[in-house]
């Protein structure tokens, strides 16, 4: 992990509500891996204060996408950066995703903004595994399928897809994947994720998931991001840096 | 070798540069050494250290306020016997005066905590945080209280030989008389200010936004109160005051020791650039070099009222 300056080199809207900073970082983009973050200063002046962290949305090339949409200042001022300028970044942080091992088939469930990490994630695993992914939203207009592989949608009103949530979409597909070597990933609400879970549990199948948390740094050393253990009780495991990715079994959600 | 003579003195106690990391914003050291050199500092302050491991707070302790942070972390620490065995040997490596913070929740502990870490060579000095405002017992409510604090400051002092540093809290009427008390218990310095207490709600749920309800506040946001404590201090007790509270750049760093620091701490800026305490000192350097000043520790209470 380090800070550096890269250059925005465009912003692409995904739709009015969504998207995509790309930009020119070779030393971040030859290292980085599907699920890890950058923790972004959004403004040298001391408003926004913190850092905010984007998990990677991909890497082609040189080149670094990453997925937001506007929550605040924050993400306001990131929407409008300049192109050329210098974004500072620090990163890469986290560990990413676990995505060797012996499965043949990938099922990604994301709710919401939670499909950023996964763009990379099938850039990674389309050539070796059989993807699926299973995408959620509230309403239509938060159903997020860019650059992902066999989409099913759901949204909670029924205005795109199954009507429900994406976690009851995926049990209603599940005979298809219970005689395939499965491995699901995940990233969403923590709601979603708490879903997820039990779903993966009852069916056996090996689950990772994108875990989130308010944080001040993103490496470690505000203690701000606990996350309780299903092993250790007597302390917790920190999202930035024990995570954000997590098996579910080792973590309570 | 620099023209400029960056080094301060607390008692017997001298620092190569004014420049300290503040407990709680540098872990054990791990992490912030990847970005900045630890050797060039004047020293580092552990995370507050107490006798047993503490887990700390649930989620969420922290949240973003207006150029400034609230954080409940629970004083979460791995305990005084792990710290020796665990962390102690990387910072080893480091030619940089590790200062221990020490939390406890009754004089017992910080008298047990002190008497046990004190063995320690690695250790130069102890800062005792009395004024914690994040747990239940304990901290604050002993930072409130002269007597508490005189009683603390003279126990810890019987037990251990190396510089004493008090940490104050700002959440009082009148810090100055706090110093006086820690002084006279025999502290060799006091830090001021630890965090102030705050709050902030979510208005649609009408929760609020750290578990622990109220937080403490840090970032540039209280620079201005830290600097009217420090000056309070300064007018009313001789005793070295190490400055801290939103400082963001070097320029913070000058008017803080005007104000009557004789060194300073970074804290919630290690969070957004933990590069900053390099850049910082090479700046001070500079800026040192440019104005005349041979001595950086001539800037030290140099206020013209």
């Known amino acids: ?253 | 070798m620099s023209k400029v003579d960056l080094s301060v003195k607390i008692g017997t106690f001298t620092l190569r540069t004014p420049i300290l990391l503040a407990s709680g914003t540098v872990g054990y050291g791990n992490e912030i050494s990847e970005f900045t050199d630890l050797n060039k500092l004047g020293g580092i302050v552990t995370k507050s250290l107490s006798l047993k491991s503490r887990k700390g707070n649930p989620p969420q302790r922290i949240v973003e306020t207006p150029s400034g942070m609230l954080n409940a972390i629970g004083l979460a620490n791995v305990g005084v016997e792990e710290f020796l065995k665990e962390k102690i040997p990387f910072l080893n490596k480091f030619d940089v005066p590790l200062i221990c913070n020490i939390a406890a929740s009754s004089f017992e502990e910080y008298v047990e905590c002190t008497r046990i870490l004190t063995k320690e060579e690695t250790i130069k000095a102890f800062e005792i945080n009395v004024s914690c405002p994040n747990v239940r017992e304990g901290g604050l409510s002993f930072g409130n209280n002269l007597n508490s604090v005189g009683k603390i400051t003279e126990l810890v002092r019987s037990v251990t030989d190396k510089p004493l540093i008090i940490k104050l809290s700002p959440n009082v009427s009148y810090i100055a008389e706090f110093a006086k008390v820690a002084k006279q218990n025999g502290a060799d310095a006091v830090s001021a200010i630890n965090t102030l207490v705050g709050a902030s709600f979510n208005i649609h749920t009408r929760k609020p936004k750290i578990q622990n309800i109220t937080g403490g506040l840090s970032g540039p946001a209280i620079k201005p109160i830290a600097i009217a404590k420090v000056l309070e201090i300064s007018r009313q007790v001789d005793i070295p005051i190490i400055g801290i509270g939103g400082i963001m750049d070097w320029k913070d760093v000058i008017e803080f020791m005007i104000a009557g620091s004789t060194a300073i701490q970074i804290g919630t800026l290690n969070f957004i650039d933990p590069t900053a305490p390099g850049k910082i000192l090479k700046q001070l350097e500079d800026h040192c070099t440019k104005n005349g000043i041979d001595k950086i520790s001539s800037l030290t209470g140099s206020y013209q009222l």
Do not use: W
């Open chain 1, 1 to 253: 992990m380090f800070v550096i300056y890269s250059p925005v080199e465009e912003i692409i809207e995904i739709n009015p509500q969504i998207f995509l900073l790309k930009v020119f970082s070779p030393k971040i983009a030859s290292i980085i891996k599907p699920g890890q973050f950058l923790n972004i200063r959004v403004t040298e002046g001391n408003y926004p204060l913190l850092r905010r962290p984007f998990s990677i949305c991909d890497v082609e090339g040189d080149h670094l996408y990453l997925m937001f949409n506007i929550m605040g200042t924050g993400t306001s001022i990131l929407a409008h950066k300049p192109i050329g300028t210098d974004l500072d970044i620090l990163g890469p942080l986290g560990n990413g995703f676990n995505l060797e091992g012996d499965y043949d088939t990938a099922i990604i469930v994301a709710g919401g903004l939670g499909a950023a990490p996964f763009p990379f994630v099938t850039r990674k695993l389309k050539e070796k595994k059989n993807i699926f992914s299973f995408i959620g939203g509230r309403t239509e207009h938060d159903i997020i399928t860019y650059n992902l592989n066999n989409v099913k949608e759901s949204s909670d009103d029924g205005s795109r897809g199954y009507k429900g949530n994406v976690v009851d979409l995926l049990e209603n597909h599940v005979e298809q994947f219970k005689n395939s070597k499965t491995k699901i990933f995940g990233c969403g609400p923590t709601a979603m994720l708490r879903s997820l879970k039990e779903f993966s549990l009852k069916y056996n199948f090996d689950c990772e998931v994108s875990t989130e948390c308010a944080m001040a740094c993103g490496f470690g050393i505000c203690q701000g991001c606990p996350i309780e253990s299903t092993q250790q009780q007597d302390s917790y495991l920190l999202v930035c840096k024990d995570g954000p990715i997590f098996n579910v079994k080792d973590v309570v959600i």
